[in-house]
Structures are given as C-alpha cells and as structure tokens.
C-alpha cells in the first residue's frame, strides 16, 4: 500500500471521478439506442420479472437470479402484460425462449421501452466495477493511480459493450471482485465493517453468476497466503499442528459464517421455497431441460445432485440452474478463426484477448509481463517482494479465473473473460504510482487515450469491436463470432438498409443470429435455415435471386449439424435427399412443413434445409457482399444461376464457382 502518495484536492478528484463514470455510463447505454435484443437478453428479462411478479423461478434458473431481477427492476412500474394463460403449454415446459419472445414481441408491450430502462439499470453495475477498479488501485498506488485506472476501465470497449446489456456477465465481475477485496480484508482485521462488507459482497455473489464456485479456491488461496505470511513457520512439519489448529478455527468460523449467509441469501432470492413453480400459474410439468437430460448416468456429479435435491438443500431452480450450467460447459459448438469443435480449444481466451482488447491494453499487458519478469532479477527482487503482499488477492483470483477460463470448454464468448480485465487496470495504475516519475504518468495517460480513441472510433459498435492485430471489425468474423461478434444486435440496422436499398418486387431471405424479431422491425423477409425458430410455423422453399441477409454466425454456420464440413460423401447425400424429398412433396406424399424445435432437429426437411445452408455458405464466405450492417449482417445480392449452383449445381460447378472466388480475391490482394 502506497503511503508517500500525492494527494489531489478532494472535490477535484470526486468530480473527476463523478465526470469519468458518468461519460462511460452515458456511452454505455446510449450505444445500445438502435441495438436490437441480443440473443440472451429476451431471457433475462422474462425471467426476471416472471420472479417478481409470480414468484415463479422455472424460468432460466441457469443464469444469475440477482441480475435478472435487477434489469427488471423498472418493468415493475411500467407493469408490462405478461399473462401465462396465452401460453400454457409453454409455461409447462418452462420455455423461456418461446415465453421471452411472447413477452417482448407478441403480448402489445413497448419492447425498446422496456429495454432502455432494464439496460438503464444494469448500468448500475458497471459503474460500482468501475468505483471498485478506482478505490482498489487508488489503496494500492495513489490518486493517480486511481484515475489512470478508472480511466481505462470507463474507455475500454469491453466493458461498454457489456456494461449496459441485461446479462450477467457485469454484474458477475463486480461481485466476484468485490468479494475477493472483502475477504481479503476481513482475513486481516475482522471487525464489524470489514465483516458486513465481506457478508454483503459474498451473498451477492452467490447470486449473481454460478461462477460464484470460483471464490471458494480464491478465498483458499488467500487464507493460506495470511496463515504463511503471519507464521511461516506452520508449514514446516507436522509436530506444529495444534498452531495450525489455532490459527484456522477463526478463519474455519469465518468461513463457515460465509458460507451460511450465502445459502440464506440463495433461499431468499427463491422465495424460500423448494419448488420453482408458483400456485396459481399453469403448472410446470418439467424445468427447460428435464434432470435426466443434464445429469450424468453416473458418477459424483450426479450423486451430489442426487443427494442435494433428496435432502431440499437449495432450492431446486438453483440446483437445476448449476446442473445445466455444468451440463452445457461440457459440450457446445464453437468457432475459432476458421476452427470449428464442440470442446473448445486451450488458446480460446489468450487468443481472444489479444484481437479484442486495445493496443492501449496491450502495450500495458507487455508492461506488466516485463514488470514481472523484471521481479525474479537480484536488482528488482527487494521491491517486488514488498509489493507482492498488496497485490496478492488480485493475483489470486487472475490465478484462479484464468485456469478456469483455459480449461473451459465452453468457448463461445469473449466477455467471459470479463472479470479479468478490472484486474489489468488495477495493476495498470502502477505506471503511475510515487516513484516513477512523470514518465510513468505521462506512459499511462498515453496508453489510456490510446484505448479512448479506438474506442471513439469504434463507437456505438463495442460488441464486435476488434483491433487491428488483425484487421479491425471489418475482418471480426474470420476470428470470433456468437457473443464476441454477432449477438443478434443489429436487426433494426438491418431493417433501415432495406428500406434504403432493397426493391419492392426483390426477394429477401434472412438468417439472423439470436432471439431479436424481423417482422417487429418491420423486415418482410423468408427465414433462411433460422438457428432459432420459436415455433413458428415454417415450409421449405425452393430459393431464388434476391438478398439474403445472414448474420456472422450463421454464415460460419457454428450451430448447424455439418458446422465445418462438407466432402463428397456430404455432397452426394445431399443431392440424393433433395432429390427425393422434391419428389416426395411435389407428388403430395410429404408435406412441405418443416417440423422446428429448439433442440436435436431431425425432421427431413429441416436436415436437407440445413445442408442447403450449408453449401451456400461455403460460396458466401468467399464472396463480398453488397454490404456488411454493423459488422454482423452481411449482405448479399445474388444472381439465378449462383443460386442454382450453389444450391443445386454439381461439384464440379460448385468448385469452379468457389475457384472464381478465390482467384478472384488474389487479383485484390
């Protein structure tokens, strides 16, 4: 901790703080204006008013209980019509998605409304991450330490890209990071302020995000760190056990105190009540996914289940919410710079760190890797050694979310790595830390406005914000899609160019990302093999010239059932099927109705639609489109005969199509 610090007047340094949090909170939410419902937030969203106004749980347990509740907030005033009568066999089946898209699309309620104000709210967390960023680097290196790393905090294109959506994921890092602070506080001095804040922080946290399990080893880390740094002599051999036994019956009480305060924070935030379903709504059959879909046959995983569930330990939508949390991590489509797998890769978080942070974070990643190197030299050790201790419970939990990141397979998104750079700008503050200089200082304030103005120029798109590593935004969806990229934000900036662009007799297919509605942006367009459907009813076309709008992850195709692969055994099983199944509907012995659920479509038609989708894709992506909307929709004009043979057309044809392409776009290089 520095003590020999400048010290700035106060009211200068509040209003400086004041002015800093206010411009990232205005950016924030103001880029959101225009910005379509991302893919979780219709979610989100219905489940968190279901829980206020119902006392219902069954929806989207699987996500924080806290955020949702907290973006739904002003939905309470504005007391939007959701009535579970109009979709009975829905709440059955706690379908949110279909459920979430009444609500926002089909039940009358002002939807942008509706989102202005929740994503109003959920700034709130934004802004205490960046008053938890300021006070903890100002402790550590002083005033200008403190609004170096505000600073850089309030510009960074991650964290306005997420600061003012309903999700999770800000308010999960706010409380993951506070708690960390608070315990490591209240491991040295336990008083009643400590006490309470550790408590509060803590019980939030178990609420916020189920990667709340990550505080238990951090919290670990932490109580061995204090029992070696006050006795260092406990860890050498066994005769000193009853020192051991004195030193860790305190911190056993405290966590224990923790860990009851946590439960009985989950069980309020559930109604205290066991089962998820409320009295008096159409009774619920089954959660989203049924237990035996999302547990194991076997093994500890299900025996904890199992037993959690036969005893009521938490409540069931909470346990269920983990269960399918653990269930999904284990296998889901991911795409990765033209990779394609369903179990990640170890390089997922490192790489998309390096192509979607600034050059400003970059430079100050490159700085304080140097820093650390520079420790373990004979010149540097003394001072690193007396800066360790302060910095140890960031450390710590960069430790422990960083292994858990690289060993996730659950790869589909940039921003869960969120968490992590809160800690980056503590420690970045160090550059302007008492003692080096007006050079360090000036360094910092380079590199932060640096990272302002790629952010200015990035701005409102801080979703796909990519830097120029490799290309900017323009080349984003080569690298990264889903969350990173393409979140199904742009409908309504797709809406805007048709109606510039498009001709009244000209057709147009669209296959967008996400849970947004074309038609409530007025978008009169055929679904193009739409990932989600939500039950509408569909029937297979034949295609045609026109546009086709398709969003960056639908054209890498990450969730369709051939996602990276097409050969000639693919090649002539899909001629063969289009071939019957023409047969079949033209000579009435098949309905053209495509039979579409959110989950393991098998339906014929829908089998054949996706493998269309697919070969066209593998046209697009070579092909430039007519124009790309926001980063995310590329746009396409095309022409009868790329439509015959991209759809219909031999191999040979289709290679010769694709060779076209490609020599093409050598010419251009």
Not at 362 to 376: C, D, K, P, Q, R
Not at 629 to 653: A, D, K, N, P, W
């Amino acid at each position: 901790m520095v003590t020999d610090r400048p010290r700035f007047p106060r009211p200068l340094l509040t209003a400086a703080v004041s002015i800093l949090l206010s411009a990232h909170a205005w950016i924030a939410v103001s880029a959101t204006i225009g910005m379509g419902v991302t893919t979780d937030e219709t979610a989100h969203l219905t489940g968190g008013y279901s829980y206020w106004h119902f006392n219902d749980y069954r929806l989207q347990p699987e996500n924080g209980n806290l955020p949702q509740r907290w973006g739904a907030l002003p939905l309470l005033l504005q007391d939007p019509h959701m009535d579970p009568r109009e979709l009975v066999a829905a709440w059955h089946t706690s379908h949110v998605w279909l459920i979430g898209q009444h609500f926002f699309f089909g039940s009358g309620n002002n939807t942008d409304y509706m989102l202005l104000t929740a994503r109003s709210a959920m700034v709130f967390w934004s802004i205490a991450a960046g008053l938890l960023v300021y006070f903890w680097s100002r402790n550590l290196w002083g005033d200008l330490g403190g609004l170096l790393s505000l600073s850089l905090y309030v510009v960074s294109p991650t964290t306005l890209a997420h600061g003012a959506l309903v999700t999770s994921d800000i308010c999960a890092t706010f409380c993951l990071l506070a708690a960390t602070g608070a315990w490591w506080s209240v491991s040295a001095r336990t008083d009643a302020s400590t006490l309470t804040m550790s408590l509060l922080t803590t019980a939030l946290a178990s609420v916020a995000k189920f990667s709340f399990v990550l505080l238990a080893p951090v919290f670990a880390l932490i109580l061995l760190w204090r029992l070696a740094a006050g006795e260092p002599h406990l860890f050498r051999g066994v005769g000193r056990f009853h020192e051991w036994r004195s030193k860790l019956l305190p911190f056993g009480g405290l966590l224990a105190l923790h860990g009851l305060v946590a439960w009985a924070t989950i069980w309020a935030c559930f109604g205290f009540r066991y089962e998820p379903f409320a009295a008096g709504l159409p009774a619920g059959w089954t959660l989203f996914a049924s237990w035996e879909q999302i547990l194991p046959p076997e093994g500890m995983r299900r025996l904890f289940f199992d037993f959690a569930r036969a005893h009521q330990l938490l409540p069931e939508a909470y346990l269920q919410g983990f269960a399918f949390v653990l269930a999904a991590s284990e296998q889901r489509g991911a795409f990765l710079a033209g990779n394609y797998s369903t179990t990640g890769w170890w390089w997922f978080f490192p790489y998309t760190y390096l192509i979607k942070s600034t050059l400003g974070e970059l430079l100050i990643s490159a700085a304080l890797f140097a820093s650390l190197i520079a420790g373990v030299f004979p010149a540097m050790r003394r001072r690193f050694a007396r800066t360790l201790p302060n910095l140890f419970p960031l450390l710590a939990f960069a430790a422990v979310y960083g292994v858990a990141s690289l060993t996730s397979n659950l790869n589909i998104g940039h921003r869960h790595i969120l968490p992590l750079y809160p800690v980056l700008f503590i420690l970045a503050g160090s550059l302007a830390r008492p003692g080096m200089g007006a050079r360090g200082a000036i360094a910092g304030a380079l590199l932060a406005t640096l990272s302002a103005v790629e952010s200015a120029a990035a701005r409102p798109h801080f979703l796909p914000f990519f830097n120029r590593v490799i290309g900017g935004p323009g080349e984003g969806w080569r690298h990264l899609v889903d969350s990173s990229l393409d979140w199904g934000q742009n409908a309504p900036r797709l809406a805007e160019w048709l109606r510039d662009h498009s001709s009244p007799d000209e057709t147009v297919y669209v296959s967008l990302f996400g849970s947004d509605d074309i038609a409530y942006h007025g978008i009169r367009a055929e679904a193009l093999a739409p990932i989600f459907n939500f039950g509408r009813q569909r029937q297979w076309t034949e295609l045609t010239a026109g546009l086709y709008c398709i969003s960056a992850t639908s054209l890498q195709d990450v969730y369709g059932p051939l996602a990276g692969q097409w050969n000639e055994d693919y090649e002539a099983s899909y001629h063969r099927l289009l071939r019957e199944l023409r047969n079949e509907i033209a000579t009435g012995a098949r309905s053209s109705d495509i039979q579409h659920t959110l989950r393991g479509e098998q339906h014929p038609l829908w089998n054949l639609e996706r493998a269309r989708f697919t070969r066209l894709c593998l046209y697009l992506r070579l092909r430039p489109p007519e124009a790309v909307i926001g980063h995310s929709i590329f746009v396409f004009r095309l022409t009868e005969e790329e439509v015959r043979i991209t759809t219909e057309g031999s191999m040979s044809e289709l290679v010769s199509l694709l060779q076209k392409q490609l020599d093409a776009r050598a010419q251009g290089n």
